[in-house]
């Protein structure tokens, strides 16, 4: 019986170290409304780890990121041509996420290897996909970097090192403040649970942004019957011309 | 205040675009230019996607056009048969400006020749005006007579009409071609040719200066709004709350720019036209010519 035991427990050694951990996520709302004074908004990822034994000494990685939807975009670069300053290069970026952001528990490197982040693409340069670039420019690589240098600036690309607190090696939260300039569509977020920089575990949630109330009507509208909607933007504008035009008049006696 | 753009899927403030469409509205008032050469590269500077920012102003140009023609009619200051006759010409023009541009963009390079062809004409145009109202503005404060037109070729060609508002009886080729080349170069340039139309008007069909803009602003009516339809319907870019932000600006404007208009001399009101021509036409050249701070820029889907 007690030999029995000890193997049981020799057999249980090596699974040990390696708990099975499972991430479990929230978000603080998964839908947003743009409407006519929408500014911004704040979005709250929190969660736990769920394990069956308690956590190893060191505690996990946890890594946040939020990605708006893919679109194809054109980069150019300009160089000088004689005295004049001309777009020279063109590059066709298949899909770059519309915004981006990554929050770590600590510094990228500490959290997340290299070969974890190309599987999983959980950086910013992970996501943007170039096509046909290699052939064309000298350097593909600095026109992804550029397009994160200028989103970046508009808050539409982030990376927010110790951004998620995490408690107890078990309890983690994070907020992400999503800018006023968002595109609408569903939005993803991925959430990774990383050891020595080796995901672990992982799980996912969907944020759905769309436009309400008046910005939903006229967008719908725009798209759906144009004929009615260009000659509804032109009425507005004779009638306003008139209507400047007649007060104007009134005021002159 | 800040408002969420339906359709550019920017948030921006208010009461800046409020502002913007008033100053341009003045100026379309006074001088009889749509100021779709000023309000786009605005609105590009404020965040708005080029193609937004061009369609939706093309829109507000309809507005505060219609304003200020309102203004100008009760001033008996617009010529009716020169306008539709520079109309028909115009539109004959953008047919085949949009063929010509179309070949360009096939060959590439299209950004560039608009640049360079916007800092040529308006440099030249400008220049030229301002040479000339500045000898005019001399001659007028010395108590010179000012020039009798003279007659020349273009009086000589057949097909003669009575442009009244204008005191004008001449042949209706000169006005057909200068419609039809102002509507080429706005079709290339993504203009409405008000800058260009303008001193055409003055220098080329020799009409006084105050029936040109009220004239000028009559047929940028129609081509704005012909514009406005065309994007409306085949990119969907028109984006009607910046549209009515900014015409709400633009009609209140043009009325005050229209009043500023009657106040001035012929002269001065040619000399500051041309000040404004050469002002945006110093400030394109600079970018061309200055090390831009991103070397790097995003367009939209190609």
């Known amino acids: 019986m007690t030999r029995l035991f000890w193997l049981l427990v020799l057999l249980l050694v090596p699974v040990k170290a390696p708990a099975e951990e499972e991430l479990i996520a929230g978000l603080s709302r998964n839908r947003i409304s743009i409407s006519a004074n929408f500014d911004g908004s704040e979005i709250l990822i929190f969660g736990a780890v769920k394990r069956d034994a308690p956590a190893a000494e060191d505690p996990p990685g946890v890594i946040v990121t939020i990605e708006g939807p893919k679109t194809p975009l054109t980069l150019r670069r300009k160089d000088r041509m004689g005295p004049i300053w001309v777009n020279v290069d063109t590059v066709e970026v298949d899909r770059a996420p519309s915004f981006y952001a990554v929050n770590s528990s600590g510094p990228l490197r500490d959290v997340l290897t290299h070969t974890s982040d190309m599987r999983h693409s959980i950086t910013v340069e992970q996501a943007i996909r170039l096509v046909g670039a290699s052939g064309l420019v000298e350097d593909p690589s600095r026109f992804t970097e550029a397009l994160i240098r200028i989103r970046e600036r508009n808050g539409l690309y982030q990376t927010n090192i110790s951004a998620v607190t995490v408690r107890e090696s078990t309890l983690f939260d994070t907020s992400v403040v999503l800018p006023a300039n968002l595109v609408e569509g569903v939005y993803t977020s991925r959430l990774f649970l990383t050891r020595n920089g080796v995901v672990v575990a992982q799980a996912s949630a969907a944020i759905n942004v769309e436009k309400v109330g008046l910005e939903r009507f006229l967008y719908a509208l725009a798209h759906q019957d144009a004929l009615l909607y260009g000659l509804l933007s032109l009425a507005i504008a004779v009638v306003a011309g008139w209507g400047a035009s007649a007060v104007f008049r009134y005021l002159q006696g | ?302």
């Open chain 2, 1 to 302: 205040m800040q408002i969420y753009l339906p359709i550019a899927e920017v948030s921006v403030n208010a009461f800046l675009l409020l502002g913007l469409g008033g100053v341009v509205g003045i100026l379309s008032g006074m001088f009889g230019v749509g100021g779709g050469f000023l309000i786009t590269p605005l609105l590009f500077f404020v965040g708005i996607p080029p193609a937004v920012a061009v369609a939706t102003s093309a829109n507000q140009i309809v507005a505060s056009s219609f304003s200020a023609v309102l203004a100008h009619i009760r001033r008996k200051t617009v010529d009716f048969p020169m306008g539709l006759v520079l109309l028909v010409g115009g539109l004959i023009g953008a047919a085949i400006g949009i063929v010509i541009f179309n070949i360009l963009r096939g060959m590439g390079q299209v950004d560039l020749l608009v640049s360079l062809s916007y800092v040529v004409f308006l440099g030249t145009i400008g220049g030229l005006m301002f040479v000339e109202s500045l000898n005019a503005l001399r001659n007028a404060r010395s108590g010179k007579p000012p020039k009798r037109r003279k007659h020349n070729w273009i009086h000589a060609l057949p097909l003669k009409m009575k442009f009244r508002a204008s005191g004008l009886y001449i042949s209706v080729i000169p006005p057909l071609l200068v419609g039809v080349s102002v509507g080429v170069l706005a079709a290339i340039m993504g203009v409405g040719g008000g800058f260009i139309m303008v001193p055409a008007m003055i220098y080329l069909l020799g009409m006084p200066t105050k029936v040109v803009i009220g004239t000028s602003l009559f047929q940028i009516i129609f081509v704005t709004a012909f514009t406005t339809l065309l994007h409306a319907v085949t990119n969907q870019t028109v984006d009607l709350m910046l549209a009515l932000l900014l015409l709400v600006g633009g009609v209140v404007g043009a009325q005050f720019g229209a009043r500023i208009g009657t106040l001035l001399k012929a002269e001065q009101l040619r000399i500051l036209l041309a000040i404004l021509v050469l002002a945006v036409c110093g400030k394109l050249a600079l970018d061309l010519l200055l090390e831009p701070a991103e070397l790097y820029s995003i367009a939209g889907a190609a």
